[in-house]
T-cell receptor, first 112, second 112 residues
Framework: EAQVTQNPRYLITVTGKKLTVTCSQNMNHEYMSWYRQDPGLGLRQIYYSMNVEVTDKGDVPEGYKVSRKEKRNFPLILESPSPNQTSLYFCASSKPMNTEAFFGQGTRLTVV | QKEVEQDPGPLSVPEGAIVSLNCTYS??????FMWYRQYSRKGPELLMYTYSSGNKEDGRFTAQVDKSSKYISLFIRDSQPSDSATYLCAMRYSSNTGKLIFGQGTTLQVKP
């Protein structure tokens, strides 16, 4: 089954404790992105990658890191999480020249 | 000012009503316009997309783009309780960029 898989689905952590949210897709898509979704603000793009080793900032990259060492994986790293990073996070993938992005199930992160 | 504005609602209609959902945008460089539907606790799924101006119809759904007014719409005819979801508009400058801008999303409830 074609899918984007995020882990974990739920995470509660403390301020300053480094964490990684994984994202993997099995559709051989070149493009991958991370978004955060907050009430009243919609989906905001954090980082995107158009291919292996190619990443670019979205609208809200501060406090996040990404890497794209393999085509199928695009982990999101929070080096020192803060409470304002409490949010619902989505990973998505798509092919070039294709408008459809396929989203993962979401990761609900709480930083206390 | 946000690049893409969308009234978050909520919007409540009776079953069978015609629903109109709208987004405005400020950047005339947008070329690709999409509507995503997001059910509760799920990732967004592409509903429709339109390139440049014009209309596109798919069953009960019609997407319209008016580039002169920087305004896009999604119409849902004969709305059903299963249409209850959050609808997000999204825009892209070109087909070969990973950057995607979303509106805030409109929550729709269709009452039986």
């Amino acid at each position: 089954e074609a899918q984007v898989t995020q882990n974990p689905r739920y995470l509660i952590t403390v301020t300053g404790k480094k964490l990684t949210v994984t994202c993997s897709q099995n559709m051989n898509h070149e493009y991958m992105s991370w978004y955060r979704q907050d009430p009243g603000l919609g989906l905001r793009q954090i980082y995107y990658s158009m291919n292996v080793e190619v990443t670019d900032k979205g609208d809200v990259p501060e406090g996040y890191k990404v890497s794209r060492k393999e085509k199928r994986n695009f982990p999101l790293i929070l080096e020192s999480p803060s409470p304002n990073q409490t949010s619902l996070y989505f990973c998505a993938s798509s092919k070039p020249m294709n408008t459809e992005a396929f989203f993962g199930q979401g990761t609900r992160l709480t930083v206390v | 000012q946000k690049e893409v504005e969308q009234d978050p609602g909520p919007l409540s209609v009776p079953e069978g009503a015609i629903v109109s959902l709208n987004c405005t945008y400020s950047n005339s460089a947008f070329q690709y316009f999409m509507w995503y539907r997001q059910y509760s606790r799920k990732g967004p799924e592409l509903l429709m997309y339109t390139y440049s101006s014009g209309n596109k119809e798919d069953g009960r759904f019609t997407a319209q783009v008016d580039k002169s007014s920087k305004y896009i719409s999604l119409f849902i005819r004969d709305s059903q309780p299963s249409d209850s979801a959050t609808y997000l508009c999204a825009m892209r400058y070109s087909s070969n960029t990973g950057k995607l801008i979303f509106g805030q999303g409109t929550t729709l409830q269709v009452k039986p």
